[in-house]
């Protein structure tokens, strides 16, 4: 079995378009929640979101092809760009041994909103023929994969909200099993868009908070829903020995995987956290690897009352006593849920805590509630000594996925 190490890391989020600017934004405790400005969200119960700000397609898509790909697609398109240049693994790499793992949750939301309206108003004689591989969630992956003529593995999945984390556990067991010495992973998602919002509301997961201060505080005893954010994480996975020879960057070894099912509730986690629990061991048994304070968690924190308290339970269950020794911090209270995005951006927190050493704040804490009664690291980055990682992420219908990082 093969050793893997990330060599690349790519983002476009809510506080940053780059990972330097991103990571910066989020050691600062700076968020990036305000009023929408997508659509009139006036009339609705949630008006806030997490909107990418000063998105530019055309730095990394020519400018004709901008409006052939949907919003996702162009995330994916950026982030990866940006992890592929940084790893320099175009032309050090056999196309058939080099793949792409980016999913997404929902896929082309807008272009999907787009192309009904047109067959409600005008026909369906007037859909483009750009509508089916606009919309499809595969398409980041597969423009990704053309524009690098990454020929080898290709799997683009599609878990809900631990898409992104699923992704990237898949690239490296491809990897760790010899069929690719380098993978493209990660996750997309742009659905600031009334339908989302209708649906996510009336579901009761969005907060209704609409105090951009205040709306995404996971762990804390006020959280009433998570905040929509939106963007894209990736990075570059590549075989240990084939990165040394190549002289590239190498950030960190992943060195577990782990993937269960709540098989519970179409939305809810199952209160107890089993599934969440499970994940986390299978996670750590693959790595090989004790808890003890060296560990750093990202974990899913979303906001909602159901998550935070049972992902709480499913860290102290897997745990033990060594759960209220690790330092905790939710991205999501300064980026909102990407969704199918989170994983991969969460990845990057995780990555780069291990490098620099800092764990990010959770911000807006403010309450304690006895349910979540770890370490959230509350409203201030701190300085630790990070030598593992583990990202998780929970998503809808019960998906569960978790992935263990090593300082090299």
């Not at 530019?56 to 052939?68: D, N, Q, S, T």
């Not at 995987?257 to 299978?282: F, L, M, Q, R, W």
């Amino acid at each position: 079995m093969k050793r893997v190490v990330v060599t690349g890391l790519g983002c476009i989020t809510p506080i940053g378009n780059d990972v330097e600017s991103f990571w910066q934004s989020l050691i600062a405790g700076k968020h990036g929640f305000g009023e929408i400005t997508r659509f009139d969200a006036s009339e609705l119960k949630t008006r806030i979101a997490a909107e990418v700000k000063d998105f530019a397609p055309e730095l990394y898509i020519k400018k004709g092809e901008v409006r052939r790909t949907d919003l996702f697609a162009q995330y994916a398109l950026a982030a990866a760009t940006q992890a592929v240049e940084e790893s320099n693994i175009v032309g050090n790499v056999e196309p058939g041994r080099f793949g792409v793992y980016i999913g997404s949750g929902i896929g082309g939301m807008t272009t999907f909103v787009h192309e009904s309206n047109k067959l409600f108003t005008r026909g369906a004689q007037r859909i483009s023929p750009l509508f089916i591989p606009m919309m499809v969630a595969n398409m980041g992956s597969a423009l990704v994969a053309m524009k690098y003529q990454a020929e080898g593995p290709n799997l683009p999945l599609v878990s809900a909200c631990a898409t992104g984390t699923h992704a990237i556990g898949e690239a490296f067991r491809a990897i760790k099993y010899g069929s690719a010495d380098a993978i493209i992973a990660g996750g997309a998602e742009a659905t600031i868009h009334p339908l989302a919002f209708g649906g996510f509301i009336n579901c009761m997961a969005l907060s209704s908070t609409n105090d951009p201060d205040n709306s995404s505080i996971p762990f804390d005893k006020r959280r009433d829903g998570f905040v929509m954010g939106e963007g894209a994480g990736v990075i570059v996975l590549e075989e240990y020995h084939h990165a040394k020879e190549r002289g590239a960057p190498l950030y960190c070894e992943i060195s577990g995987y782990g993937n269960t099912c709540d098989a519970h509730h179409v939305t809810a986690p199952h209160p107890e956290g089993i599934g969440g629990s499970e994940v986390i061991k299978a996670a750590m048994k693959e790595a090989g690897l004790e808890a003890d304070k060296t560990l750093y968690i990202n974990p899913h924190g979303t906001s909602t009352p159901l998550n935070d308290k049972a992902e709480t339970r499913a860290i102290k269950k897997a745990l033990g006593k060594v759960a209220y020794e690790l330092p905790i911090s939710s991205t999501k209270s300064m980026i909102g849920h990407l969704l199918g995005a989170a994983g991969g951006v969460e990845a990057i927190v995780a990555i780069k805590t291990i490098e620099t050493g800092i764990v990010h704040p959770t911000v807006g804490y403010k309450e304690l509630d006895p349910d979540c009664d770890l370490d959230y690291v509350p409203n201030k980055s701190r300085n630790v000594q990070i030598k593992n990682a583990l990202s998780l992420s929970l998503g809808f219908g019960g998906h569960n996925a978790g992935i263990v990082f090593n300082k090299i």
